[in-house]
Each structure stands twice: as structure tokens, then as C-alpha cells.
């Protein structure tokens, strides 16, 4: 039993760290969605007036 333990860990070798380098490839990629949707003069026009309108109520 020891030996088809041993044998099944080893064939799951770096299968976290090709989990975590997927991961990571997507937060990437979601990151650079942000930015494309962030860069565009509509969005960046709605968030501009969203703070100024939070500044105006507040004082």
C-alpha cells in the first residue's frame, strides 16, 4: 500500500503550482480587461462626475 501511495503523489507533482501559474494567467487577463474598459473617455467621464457629485454632497 505504501508504494501505490508514494507512486499516485508522485504523478500530482506541481499540479499546485500549475493551479496557481492558471490563476494567476486569469487575474492578469482580468486586469488588463479593466484597464481597456478604464482607459475609455466614457467610463473614465462617468467616474469623474461620480466624485464630483460624492464631493459636492459631502461638503
Do not use: C, N, P, Q
Not at 505504501?2 to 501559474?21: F, M, N, P, Q, V
Not at 486586469?31 to 461638503?59: K, N, P, Q
Amino acid at each position: 500500500m505504501g508504494k501505490r501511495l508514494r507512486s499516485r503523489l508522485r504523478e500530482e507533482d506541481g499540479a499546485a503550482t500549475a493551479e496557481y501559474a492558471i490563476a494567476t494567467l486569469a487575474a492578469v487577463g482580468f486586469a488588463g480587461l479593466l484597464v481597456a474598459i478604464l482607459r475609455s473617455d466614457e467610463v473614465r467621464g462617468m467616474l469623474t462626475e461620480l466624485v464630483h457629485r460624492a464631493l459636492t454632497f459631502a461638503g
